[in-house]
C-alpha cells in the first residue's frame, strides 16, 4: 500500500529524473527530509537539486520566481501553510502577475502543508486555498486521495503558470492506495467521488472522504447521496457542479476552511447565480466555525466539519 506522503515522495522523485530543470526548495527539505518527510532520500539521490532555505519564505519564493524566469522548474516547501503569508507578496503581487506584466512565464510549484491534525492550533492548520484562489494568475489544487497527490503534483510541473499545491497534513500517513495512477483526470477537472440521486455533496481535501463516510451513513436511512470532490478550486468545474446539482435537485457544499469568503461561498455564488432552476430548495455549506483553530483535539473535532456533522447538515438539507 501506497500513503499520500509516499506519493508525494515518488511523484518528486520521478520529476526530478525526468526533468534536469526541476529543483526542490524548502526550509529543511535536504538531509533532514522536510518537517513531515515528503523529500525522504532525495537530497542524496539529487545532489545539488534539493536545497535547504534560509527561514525566510519571502525570500523563498523570490528566489524561486527568478530561476523560473531564467527557465527552470522550482518546487518551493512550506513547511506549512500558514507561514506562507509570510512570502504572500511574492506569490500574489509578483509570480501571479508576471506573465501578465511582461509575458515572461512563471513555472513554480508552492506546496502547502494544509488543514488541521489535532494539536496542531491556530498557526499550523490553516487552509488557505481560497486566499490564494482570490488572485488572477495562480491555479490551486487541492489533491484529496494518493492517486490525485501523485498525479496532479506531475501535472503541476508541467503548467506554466504559477500553482499553489496544497496537500492535506491529515492524509499524508492516513490515506493509502493500491497503486499510483498510470492516468488521471485533466486539471480543472471535478471528480464524481459517488454516485447519488438525493442530495450532492460538493467538497475537497480532507473533507472528500468526511463526506463519503457520510454519504455512507445515510444509505441506512434510505438516501444516495453523491459527492463532488473538486481537486482544483481555481480553476473551478462549474459545468460538473450544475450537472451533478441537475440530478439530486440539492447541494451541500463542505469546507475545513473558515465560512467567509471561502470556497463553499463560491460554490454556492456559481450554482445560485447559473443553477438557479436546477435546486429544489436554497444550497447549504458546511464550514469550520469562524473562530481560531484550538490546540486541544476535542475542541478541533469540534471546530471543523466532522462525519457525523456532514450527516447532520445532509439531513437538514433533505427535509428542507
Not at 489533491?143 to 501523485?150: L, N
Not at 467538497?203 to 459527492?227: F, K, N, Q, W
Amino acid at each position: 500500500m501506497i500513503t499520500y506522503l509516499q506519493a508525494l515522495n515518488a511523484a518528486l522523485d520521478k520529476l526530478l529524473a525526468d526533468d534536469p530543470r526541476v529543483f526542490l526548495y524548502g526550509q529543511d527539505i535536504g538531509s533532514f527530509g522536510g518537517a513531515f518527510k515528503v523529500t525522504k532520500n532525495l537530497a542524496a539521490r539529487y545532489p545539488g537539486r534539493v536545497l535547504d532555505a534560509p527561514l525566510s519564505e519571502d525570500a523563498i519564493v523570490g528566489m524561486a520566481i527568478g530561476a523560473a524566469i531564467e527557465g527552470m522548474r522550482p518546487i518551493v516547501e512550506m513547511q506549512f501553510a500558514d507561514f506562507s503569508t509570510c512570502g504572500f507578496n511574492q506569490i500574489v503581487n509578483h509570480a501571479a502577475t508576471l506573465f501578465y506584466r511582461t509575458e515572461v512565464q512563471c513555472p513554480i510549484v508552492v506546496r502547502l502543508p494544509s488543514g488541521g491534525t489535532p494539536g496542531g492550533g491556530p498557526f499550523h492548520s490553516q487552509s488557505m486555498e481560497a486566499l490564494y484562489a482570490h488572485y488572477p494568475g495562480l491555479i490551486v489544487m487541492t489533491p484529496g486521495t494518493v492517486e490525485d497527490a501523485y498525479s496532479m503534483l506531475l501535472e503541476a510541473v508541467a503548467i506554466d503558470d504559477p500553482v499553489i499545491f496544497c496537500e492535506h497534513k491529515f492524509l499524508y500517513n492516513h490515506l493509502k492506495a493500491e497503486a499510483l495512477p498510470d492516468e488521471a483526470l485533466p486539471v480543472g477537472k471535478a471528480r464524481i467521488a459517488r454516485r447519488g440521486r438525493d442530495a450532492t455533496i460538493v467538497t475537497h481535501g480532507a473533507m472528500v472522504h468526511e463526506s463519503l463516510a457520510a454519504a455512507e451513513e445515510l444509505v441506512s436511512d434510505g438516501y444516495e447521496i453523491e459527492v463532488v470532490d473538486l481537486r482544483t478550486v481555481k480553476p473551478l468545474d462549474t459545468d460538473t457542479l450544475l450537472a451533478s446539482v441537475a440530478r439530486t435537485g440539492r447541494m451541500l457544499c463542505v469546507s475545513e476552511a473558515w465560512p467567509w469568503g471561502g470556497v463553499s461561498a463560491e460554490v454556492l455564488a456559481r450554482v445560485s447565480t447559473e443553477g438557479f432552476g436546477l435546486l429544489d430548495v436554497p444550497a447549504q455549506r458546511l464550514n469550520a466555525r469562524d473562530t481560531p483553530i484550538p490546540y486541544h483535539p476535542d475542541l478541533w473535532s469540534a471546530h471543523r466539519p466532522t462525519a457525523d456533522a456532514i450527516v447532520a447538515s445532509t439531513r437538514h438539507l433533505l427535509e428542507m
